[in-house]
């Protein structure tokens, strides 16, 4: 993994996608420059959750784009997934490496600077310091980093990072100038009225 891989990190969510295709909003975020896609779903059964990361592989493989599963390391495995995405209160890392072997991606949410520094001893592929602002789309998160916090994880952590949280047009300049590798967007994408457009446009920042 490489820190370029993670400059525009495409989180999908389902109930902000104004009830359109998942696999269509990917398809055009990636044709407008998304770099990594993690696919989030908390409410559809393991069966439906497999076929559609079976077939954003499909889509996203030929294209040099990494698919990263939320949470789920049996999905990751069961789809062939680049890798998985872990919170603080999910699988411990050292199972989930285990369970993926060595060349898998795991990236791993800080909540706090004591997280940063936690995961300084792991060997996770990157860290997302979540959440820099506070946003509807993730309600359940400890107190917002800030700027400053922000500047501050960078600056701890020896980890590529991708910032998570508020993040859109407005908010992503000051935020990419504090060294973070990239941003993960959600709402900006998966509810804009033209996901390809929308990306581009942060792409281009």
Same mark, same amino acid.
């Given at each position: 993994?490489?820190?370029?891989? =993670?400059?525009?990190? =495409?989180?999908?969510?389902? !109930? +902000? /996608?104004?009830?359109?295709?998942?696999?269509?909003?990917? *398809?055009?975020?990636?044709?407008?420059?998304?770099?990594?896609?993690? =696919?989030?779903? $908390?409410?559809?059964?393991?069966?439906?959750?497999?076929?559609? *990361? &079976?077939?954003? $592989?499909?889509? &996203?493989?030929?294209?040099?784009?990494?698919?990263?599963?939320?949470?789920?390391?049996?999905?990751?495995? @069961?789809?062939?997934?680049?890798?998985?995405?872990?919170?603080?209160?999910?699988?411990?890392?050292?199972?989930?490496?285990?369970?993926? !072997?060595?060349?898998?991606?795991?990236?791993? /949410?800080?909540? %706090? &600077?004591?997280?940063? $520094?936690?995961?300084?001893?792991?060997?996770?592929?990157?860290?997302?310091?979540?959440?820099?602002?506070?946003?509807?789309? $993730? %309600?359940?998160?400890?107190?917002?980093? *800030? +700027?400053?916090? &922000?500047?501050?994880?960078?600056?701890? /952590?020896?980890?590529? !990072?991708?910032?998570? !949280?508020?993040?859109?047009?407005?908010? @992503?300049?000051?935020?990419?100038?504090?060294?973070?590798?990239?941003?993960a967007v959600v709402s900006a994408i998966c509810s804009a009225p033209d996901p390809r457009?929308?990306?581009?446009?942060?792409?281009? +920042?």
């Amino acid at each position: 993994m490489t820190p370029e891989q =993670l400059r525009l990190y =495409l989180v999908t969510d389902r !109930g +902000l /996608s104004l009830g359109r295709d998942i696999e269509w909003i990917v *398809g055009e975020a990636v044709a407008g420059g998304v770099t990594i896609v993690q =696919l989030r779903e $908390k409410d559809i059964d393991t069966r439906e959750f497999v076929a559609l *990361g &079976l077939r954003l $592989k499909a889509l &996203l493989a030929p294209l040099g784009v990494p698919l990263i599963i939320n949470d789920r390391v049996d999905v990751a495995l @069961a789809v062939d997934a680049d890798g998985v995405h872990i919170g603080q209160s999910d699988m411990p890392y050292d199972v989930a490496r285990r369970l993926l !072997g060595p060349d898998r991606i795991i990236g791993l /949410s800080v909540e %706090t &600077l004591d997280q940063v $520094k936690e995961a300084n001893l792991l060997d996770v592929d990157y860290i997302a310091v979540s959440p820099v602002y506070s946003t509807p789309t $993730k %309600t359940d998160t400890a107190p917002p980093f *800030g +700027l400053e916090g &922000l500047r501050q994880a960078v600056a701890l /952590s020896r980890h590529p !990072g991708v910032a998570i !949280g508020g993040m859109n047009a407005a908010t @992503a300049p000051a935020v990419l100038a504090t060294g973070i590798d990239g941003i993960a967007v959600v709402s900006a994408i998966c509810s804009a009225p033209d996901p390809r457009a929308a990306a581009a446009a942060l792409r281009s +920042l």
